[in-house]
């Protein structure tokens, strides 16, 4: 596949910066992110919203950093290390969705500022653990949303933000609009848990066009981190420059073989793994 360059200039790499919770088995959240932009090339900024206990068969708690402190980290990082765009993770509570949609306003992250963001709504972990209090969806829709230079959900997510069940490609036409008319700038509704053919096909759409992005389904039973991967590859992308449409399209190629490079961990499910990057010979 077509790699994103390395540092511009031949010596400091181009810089991301993901807001989200951690993963104490190493799999998801913010070490999903920033493994992604190493692998990329991509500098990793981190703040991070929330500490999660977790491990492969599952979250079993976590505990949330002060708003203030969470807002404080992106403001530190953009104000001396400078980021070409920005991702949102698990953001937890209504207070640290509030803490980091005013501070990325501030320093012009966002749909109208100069550094995108790319929204990953995240709401549970594919085992059903909540990484959010329900009391926050109304932040995450009229709050977090309109920020998105791209939102990411899953079905799941879809579900819960829109209402709407995604089942075909009608109700999938149906979901990105609403999602769109919370006010991203594009919203993808990705089709990898829509388990009716051999195509997984997302759906990126920009309020007049949508644009199918079909993938070969990959079932590998460890796909944990997969949704993070996705949009920290679409973030390394957009700080490149890529348009939208150009860094999605980049970003499910770079799943596909995170996929690929699965591996079995634990006793639960295994993470997606971007350590293919390291064996480029094999490619
Ligand atoms: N833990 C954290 C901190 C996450 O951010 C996420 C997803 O974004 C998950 C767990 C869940 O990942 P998955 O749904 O791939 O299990």
């Excluded at 999903?32 to 979250?59: F, I, K």
């Excluded at 400078?82 to 209504?94: R, V």
């Amino acid at each position: 596949m077509q790699l994103l360059p390395l540092a511009p200039d031949g010596v400091t790499p181009v810089r991301a910066l993901t807001i989200a919770g951690t993963d104490s088995g190493g799999g998801a959240g913010i070490q999903a992110d920033s493994r992604t932009m190493a692998l990329c090339g991509v500098h990793a900024c981190v703040a991070v919203a929330a500490v999660t206990v977790q491990n492969t068969l599952g979250v079993s708690g976590f505990h949330e950093i002060p708003p203030q402190i969470v807002a404080d980290q992106v403001r530190t990082v953009v104000g001396d290390i400078g980021i070409g765009a920005a991702k949102t993770g698990m953001l937890a509570s209504t207070a640290i969705i509030e803490a980091v949609a005013g501070v990325c306003r501030e320093v012009g992250i966002g749909r109208d500022g100069d550094i995108p963001l790319v929204v990953d709504p995240v709401a549970a972990s594919m085992h059903g653990d909540a990484l959010l209090h329900a009391e926050a969806l109304d932040a995450v829709r009229h709050t977090l949303i309109p920020l998105a230079t791209v939102v990411t959900p899953n079905l799941d997510e879809v579900r819960l933000i829109t209402g709407i069940d995604v089942v075909d490609d009608a109700s999938a036409r149906k979901a990105a609009e609403a999602l769109i008319a919370l006010g991203p700038r594009w919203a993808i509704v990705k089709g990898g848990h829509l388990r009716t053919s051999e195509q997984s096909t997302d759906l990126l759409f920009d309020g007049e066009v949508f644009h199918e992005l079909p993938a070969r389904r990959l079932s590998t039973g460890n796909d944990h981190g997969g949704g993070d991967t996705l949009a920290a590859a679409i973030c390394c992308a957009l700080a490149h420059g890529y348009s939208v449409p150009d860094a999605v399209a980049f970003a499910k190629e770079w799943t596909f073989h995170c996929l690929e490079a699965s591996y079995d961990l634990g006793a639960g499910h295994g993470p997606v793994s971007p350590l293919w990057r390291l064996h480029l010979d094999r490619k």
